[in-house]
């Protein structure tokens, strides 16, 4: 019998001649295309402002948080599409893309990036509701008489 060989989860994808590397970032039901590239130091999400987007400082500044970790702020472009979830699952995606995408071009950079948890994947979902019940484990409130 052979072994069946499982596929890598992490896809990070170099295109062109080192044109930009490309990584999925996930958190909760939300996903995040990230493309990384040598530049002046531009975020872009969702082709618009990310302050804009998100609203909320303190999201924007988790997006960026391995940027600004490594001290890499101003010497890579970032443009994320992201989808699902909500705006503090997506953040968190952002961030994860980024940190693959800083791991795969750097790779003496991976082992800050993984004690900082960046590149660890939160598998925390929300529980799915079972019949009978009211929300995942709600019971409906019982009678004695």
């Known amino acids: 019998m052979t072994p069946v060989t499982k596929e890598p989860t992490k ?21 995040a295309r990230v493309r ?14 990310p ?5 909320l ?5 988790a997006a960026i948080a391995p940027l600004v970790e490594l001290k890499l702020n101003g010497d890579f472009d970032v443009s994320a ?10 953040a968190d995606a952002i ?4 940190a ?12 800050v990036l993984r004690v900082s948890g960046f590149l660890t994947r939160d ?4 529980e799915r509701k079972k019949y009978g019940l009211k929300k995942a484990r709600r019971r409906p409130q019982w009678a004695k008489r």
Not at 11 to 29: F, L, M, N, P, Q
Not at 123 to 126: A, I
């Open 11 to 31: 896809k990070v994808a170099a295109h062109g001649a080192g044109r930009y590397i490309e990584a999925i970032g996930r958190r909760k039901t939300a996903i």
């Open 36 to 49: 990384v590239t040598k530049g002046t130091g531009t975020f872009v999400v969702n082709e618009g402002d």
């Open 51 to 55: 302050v804009a987007y998100f609203k």
């Open 57 to 61: 400082p303190r999201l924007v500044a």
């Open 81 to 90: 599409h992201v989808s699902g979830g909500g705006l503090h699952a997506q």
């Open 95 to 98: 961030r994860m893309g980024i």
């Open 100 to 111: 693959r995408t800083i791991a795969e071009r750097e790779p003496e950079r991976k082992k």
């Open 123 to 126: 598998s925390r979902m929300v």
